[in-house]
């Protein structure tokens, strides 16, 4: 937008620059100029109602939302919750056992408390059947504690013998100063141990993406 | 909301827990509604004037930013982007009102119309006036309120939420140098009409 948009004064001193410099002392021209002076005077006062008009409406208690409102669009929220993917765990000639994506996320962000530094953010789970990646889950399977499946009576048979491969696709904030690759290291051992802890299937991939860094 | 706000911790940075909202965590996002709602608000209500409008105006931003944040690409863009969706709202009432005067020229609404075609808040309707015992203030509010909507939405953005030129360009649609001349016709205005109130 160009310059002439800005109010100018009789003397051609713009508003803008009044404003920009009305913290500090007059320049030699204002203190010479009659419009200068009052533009400042003006600029002054109205430099003074606003924070005071800020600071009271910060303060004042008929100036908030009614408690309410909260609860009326949190009620809204849970009604509409997002419904995360499902990732099969296990499956059986009885029947498939699932997790929501949003439960085992849960798991993981619980983990990640426990490491100083980190703020976990999105998180993606995919899966990989055993079927299609046996190799690639054998591999990832030392800690695997499904393997041992000597239980064939017919309500909890199970067929697999490793379990789903899962992926796990984490983002997280960093405290500044840390040192990351130790850090990370750190956190994908808590996540390591806190998925079979916690639900019982194998860790498998665990990406992990630092995408951003917060001030401590 | 234990089942997926288990590990939400309130000092977390803005940034992440926009994120967590964004999976969906109901923990998260109603710390962002808290944190958000009464500064709304005070957008709202020194937009509209009226408390009850001002209320819907922060419930619908809300509810829409909850709709809208899987597809919030950056997660440290939360504030000016809400920010952006109740200004918008506000901007579409006062559009639906002043439709609505000239369609149907309603005496009540019209008599609140000055000569120069401003709004004037109707006396004693501020809830705020207890605390307004400032005569500046006082005339502060009443010339806002004869700024046409866009610039009163500017000058509030900036001056009482101290959002960036961008954020206010962005939700104006205007370029940051067209919200700087924006701001400098508003305190213009502003500072004549006060002088002349005094």
């Known amino acids: 937008m160009a310059l002439g948009d800005i109010p100018r004064l009789g003397c051609g001193r713009s508003i803008d620059r009044i404003w920009a410099t009305i913290d500090q002392p007059p320049t030699a021209h204002e203190q010479q100029c009659e419009q200068c002076q009052t533009a400042r005077a003006r600029l002054s006062g109205l430099n003074e109602a606003t924070r005071s008009l800020r600071e009271s409406d910060l303060r004042n208690p008929s100036l908030k939302a009614h408690p309410g409102v909260t609860n009326a669009i949190m009620d809204i929220a849970r009604a509409e919750i997002r419904r995360s993917k499902r990732i099969r765990l296990h499956s059986t000639v009885n029947g498939t056992t699932e997790i929501s994506e949003q439960a085992l996320s849960s798991i993981i962000r619980f983990a990640a408390t426990a490491v100083p530094g980190i703020h976990s953010r999105r998180c993606r789970i995919e899966v990989r059947s055993t079927a299609d990646n046996l190799s690639a889950t054998d591999n990832l399977s030392a800690t695997d504690n499904l393997s041992a499946t000597d239980n064939p009576s017919e309500n909890t048979g199970t067929t697999a013998s490793t379990g789903p491969h899962l992926i796990v696709n984490l983002r997280v904030a960093a405290a500044t100063g840390i040192d990351i690759p130790r850090t990370v290291d750190a956190l994908r051992h808590q996540i390591r141990n806190a998925i079979p802890a916690g639900v019982g299937i194998t860790a498998g991939t665990i990406n992990i993406t630092v995408e951003d860094l917060y001030d401590v | ?198």
């Not at chain 2, 000092?11 to 944190?35: C, K």
């Not at chain 2, 809208?68 to 200004?87: C, E, I, K, S």
């Open chain 2, 1 to 198: 909301m234990d089942d997926h706000g288990r590990g939400f911790d309130p000092d977390l940075d803005e940034g992440s827990i926009v994120a967590r909202a964004q999976d969906g965590d109901l923990a998260a996002f109603e710390h962002l509604v808290v944190t958000y709602q009464d500064r709304l608000f005070r957008l709202a209500y020194r937009m509209l004037n009226d408390r009850g409008e001002a209320e819907d105006t922060v419930q619908e931003s809300l509810i829409a930013s909850w709709r809208g944040l899987p597809m919030l690409a950056d997660v440290n863009a939360f504030d000016g982007w809400l920010y952006r969706l109740a200004t918008n709202k506000c901007l579409d009432v006062l559009r639906k009102r002043s439709s609505h005067a000239e369609n149907i020229t309603d005496p009540d609404n019209v008599c609140s119309l000055t000569e120069a075609g401003a709004i004037r808040a109707p006396a004693g309707s501020d809830p705020a006036h207890e605390a307004e015992w400032s005569a500046q203030q006082a005339g502060l509010i009443l010339v806002l309120n004869t700024l046409p909507p866009v610039q009163r939405a500017c000058w509030l953005l900036r001056e009482m939420h101290g959002l960036t030129y961008a954020d206010i360009g962005a939700t104006l649609k205007i370029s940051p140098a067209g919200v700087r001349g924006m701001l400098a016709r508003a305190r213009h205005q502003i500072t004549e009409g006060m002088s002349q109130w005094r």
